[in-house]
């Protein structure tokens, strides 16, 4: 049965034909919900209570499309690891449609893991429900850090079991809501066909939709660039400011506006090593924790190449110059923001000389120090106020760390506002709960074998980032010695 639980107003199907494959998704046996998130679903405002049941349970495994949804294939290309790959696309999702939300932005609906698609080349099609329910907890974990991405609306089970490496596993759809899935390897589809016009339609969407001031205006495609790369920028500096490694950033995982997309091999790091990575297909470490901010960096200039034409179609030197000016800027702009939420992290309100090697000494008093980055920053409140024990006993060796915080105690000590207020707004940016690997493991494995209590218990501890909670204690701490390192896995 049909419920007409959206208000979909599909732009894209409507105003980018041949810019997709219009499809289905597969149907399944049995539908089941996992988890639905239902503030987020009235947020999109959707009908929660008819969402919440079984026929929910059917369209967000894309057994059954609802009413007014348009299922589409999106067309993008991406340079993966480097190489180029001039197609990729929805091998496994579906644009659903776009709603409006409560405070009017138009968001996507799209459901990944709903069967194969015109561009699915070897792939299956499937998601199973680990790697569903990881992208669930750590979309949401992200939203409540304050760090721009795409939300988790709804988790299903389908049914089928789904060979993966060590056998079978349940599958499983995740719903997943976006302010848009255009990405830098959209852009990159056309330029490499060289269809310039397509390219300037779907420019022109680009900035109706996520820089609506720009339209019409006569430089609106550097306006664009620059608008990406400072979101980018921001984003990134945010990543970094958490400790989370995304593990895949090709340029189809990077969005036009700016938030993460694609949790496949991410993880937060746990002791701080600025060449933390994660992922078993990253053998040389390019999308290391260091090397983030230069890899989007890398990949806006992806972006700016397909703007070219675009930017000055008479004069290509003019072209070039005008998008390397604006690539160059990166730097500048994600140095402020890194530093700036830096400051929020070390309590201090105004910016003063020095503040960025201040950033950057604590940085390096922490390498190789098998100090724990989320349990540091949330010590310092405590240790810029001059109890500094529980931050010392992180360190294998504090003594790099000990000269440093001399350093910020002064430093701390010069600001004007009363020190328990920066203290509450250092507790307000550095957290006590973040997606610890072992613990999200421990979840998606026990939710593999049926198990949704321990997936359904850190939900809540993520819920609340920032609050000590009591009965909550082993979320806050690091990796168990006996954890070992960790490895992700992609495409999965
Ligand atoms: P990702 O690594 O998830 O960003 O995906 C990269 C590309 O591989 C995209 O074009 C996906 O649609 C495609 N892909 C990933 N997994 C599958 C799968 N199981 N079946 C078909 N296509 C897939
Ligand atoms: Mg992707």
Redesign the pocket.
Known sequence: MAIAAFEFDNSYARELEGFYVPWKGAEVPEPKMIRFNRPLAEELGLDADALDSQAGAAIFAGHTAPAGATPLAMA?A?H?FGGFSPQ??????LLLGEVIDRSGTRRDIHLK?SG??P?????????VLGPVLREYIIGEAMHVLGVPTTRALAAVTTGEEIMRQNGPEPGAVLARVASSHLRVGTFQFFAARGETDRLRQLADYAIARHCPELQGQPDRYLGLLRQVRDRQAALVAQWMLVGFVHG?M?T??MTISGETI?Y?PCAFVDEYDPAAVFSSIDQHGRYAYRNQPMIAQWNLARLAETLLDLINPDDREDAVRQASDAINGFQEVYEREWLSGMRRKLGLDRAEEGDLELATGLLASMEGQGVDFTRLFRALGDAATGEAGAALALFDDSTAFDAWLTRYQARFAREFGAAEDRVAGMNRVNPVYIPRNHLVEAALDAATAGDLAPFERLMQALADPFSVRVGFDVYALGAPGDFGPYTTY???
């Open positions: 993008y991406g993966q990729l696309g929805d091998g496994r999702a893991g194969r698609t561009f699915s080349r070897g792939g299956d099609g499937k998601a895949v090709n189809d995982n694609d496949g992609c495409g999965t």
